[in-house]
T-cell receptor, first 111, second 113 residues
Framework: AQSVTQPDIHITVSEGASLELRCNYSYGATPYLFWYVQSPGQGLQLLLKYFSGDTLVQGIKGFEAEFKRSQSSFNLRKPSVHWSDAAEYFCAVGPKDKLIFGTGTRLQVFP | KAGVTQTPRYLIKTRGQQVTLSCSPI?????VSWYQQTPGQGLQFLFEYFSETQRNKGNFPGRFSGRQFSNSRSEMNVSTLELGDSALYLC????????????FGPGTRLTVL
């Protein structure tokens, strides 16, 4: 069955610290992978996506993610977190029109 | 270019009623997908329409239905509302050509009392 697992429900970091959000997927074919961010009361904004090619992808707001086929992972990273990064982050897999989402990771940033 | 718009933004209904939510995609986008977001089940795919045809469907009961008009605007309908239908309903549109991504609207918050 196709699925996405985000093992960390809630992560707290200090401003300026590095960040890594984990995502593992199960998908029969070559996956299309996405990371979205959702601020309170808002819709989803795409941070980055991976379809093929270079396994390290760069996104907006200084985020990057690395696709590791052997580990079925697509972890999101940021070298230095800003207070404005506090939000909920969702990993998703599948064709773009029928996404399967993980349960999300809520990021809290302390000054 | 205007983003995806959803109306209404907030809605309160009672059990047994029906509700219709509306979504206007980004100009030029022909695919519209709907998702339900709840604290318990997370984000779940409802259905996707392309050129007025339902192309994909998620695992939801028949009380959930949708349609798409010739101008690509879409509506979703939920009949015989249940308490568990309380959720944020998100609509997303995507273009027929790259970039291969969906653009989400702000959602409609439905509360069923």
């Amino acid at each position: 069955a196709q699925s996405v697992t985000q093992p960390d429900i809630h992560i707290t970091v200090s401003e300026g610290a590095s960040l890594e959000l984990r995502c593992n997927y199960s998908y029969g074919a070559t996956p299309y992978l996405f990371w979205y961010v959702q601020s309170p009361g808002q819709g989803l904004q795409l941070l980055l996506k991976y379809f093929s090619g270079d396994t390290l992808v760069q996104g907006i707001k200084g985020f990057e993610a690395e696709f590791k086929r052997s580990q079925s992972s697509f972890n999101l990273r940021k070298p230095s977190v800003h207070w404005s990064d506090a939000a909920e982050y969702f990993c998703a897999v599948g064709p773009k029109d029928k996404l399967i989402f993980g349960t999300g990771t809520r990021l809290q940033v302390f000054p | 270019k205007a983003g995806v718009t959803q109306t209404p933004r907030y809605l309160i209904k009672t059990r047994g009623q029906q509700v219709t939510l509306s979504c206007s995609p980004i100009s030029g986008h022909r695919s519209v997908s709907w998702y339900q977001q709840t604290p318990g089940q997370g984000l779940q795919f409802l259905f996707e329409y392309f050129s007025e045809t339902q192309r994909n469907k998620g695992n939801f009961p028949g009380r959930f239905s949708g349609r798409q008009f010739s101008n690509s605007r879409s509506e979703m309908n939920v009949s015989t509302l249940e308490l568990g239908d309380s959720a944020l309903y998100l609509c997303a549109s995507s273009p027929p050509a790259p970039p291969d991504e969906q653009f989400f609207g702000p959602g409609t918050r439905l509360t069923v009392l």
